[in-house]
């Protein structure tokens, strides 16, 4: 099973700074990963997938970038309704599977 | 656009057995574009991905959950469900259904399902 890692856990940034959120694979998934957002009461919404291409809608301050096991999401300038929880997930190996990571926090400093 | 909405108890037993369905509008539940998941979360914890199944019937499972999932489709309804057997109180979570290509495209709702006696 391939393990995600998220780090760092909670994030505490200020409206306008940048946010960097990591994603780490127990194994290489090449370029098989996707980033999700997730707001209180909400379900998840896909922002990123191929490691780097923003979905339908997301706007162009969400970025995604890495591949093998090391992968980065940054949100260059904060607004307030970025404030959420962040999914990484990898597909590198489905079928059969697909496992996500713990989720970041990004909190209002 | 595709839409999904899960339906089904919010309150099960503990030792019985879960059931959701999963709706689809906006589109066919047999296109070969896609698979049809089920993910869960825990009370403030992440997602965990439990299962999904192709149109034809195909299903993969989450290894940790296997012995006690079943999901199925009925093409004719345009819905998918969920079966966890022999439920306990871990098992209380929102569950979602979504729309898979690779990555999970469209999201339901959510439903809280709560295991309890």
């Known amino acids: 099973e391939i393990v995600m890692t998220q780090s760092p856990a909670t994030l505490s940034v200020s409206p306008g700074e940048r946010a960097t959120l990591s994603c780490r694979a127990s194994?290489?998934?090449?370029?098989?990963l996707a980033w999700y957002q997730q707001k209180p009461g909400q379900a998840p919404r896909l922002l990123i997938y191929?490691?780097?291409t923003r979905a339908t809608g997301i706007p162009a301050r969400f970025s995604g970038s890495g591949s093998g096991t090391e992968f980065t999401l940054t949100i260059s300038s904060l607004q307030s309704e970025d404030f959420a929880v962040y999914y990484c997930?990898?597909?590198?190996?489905?079928?059969?599977?697909?496992?996500f990571g713990g989720g970041t926090k990004v909190e209002i400093k | 656009q595709l839409q999904l909405q899960e339906s089904g108890p919010g309150l099960v037993k503990p030792s019985e057995t879960l059931s959701l369905t999963c709706t689809v509008s906006?589109?066919?539940?047999?296109?070969?574009?896609?698979?049809w998941g089920w993910i869960r979360q825990p009370p403030g914890k992440g997602l965990e991905w439990i299962g999904s199944?192709?149109?034809?019937?195909?299903?993969y499972y989450n290894p940790s959950l296997k012995s006690r999932v079943t999901i199925s489709v009925d093409t004719s309804k345009n819905q998918f469900s969920l079966k966890l057997s022999s439920v306990t109180a871990a098992d209380t979570a929102v569950y979602y259904c979504?729309?898979?290509?690779?990555?999970?495209?469209?999201w339901g709702q959510g439903t809280l399902v709560t295991v309890s006696s």
């Open positions: 979504a729309c898979l290509d690779l990555y999970f495209d469209y």
């Open positions: 906006g589109g066919s539940i047999s296109s070969s574009s896609y698979y």
């Open positions: 199944i192709y149109y034809s019937g195909s299903t």
């Open positions: 194994q290489s998934v090449s370029s098989n």
């Open positions: 191929g490691a780097s």
């Open positions: 997930q990898q597909y590198n190996n489905w079928p059969p599977a697909l496992t």
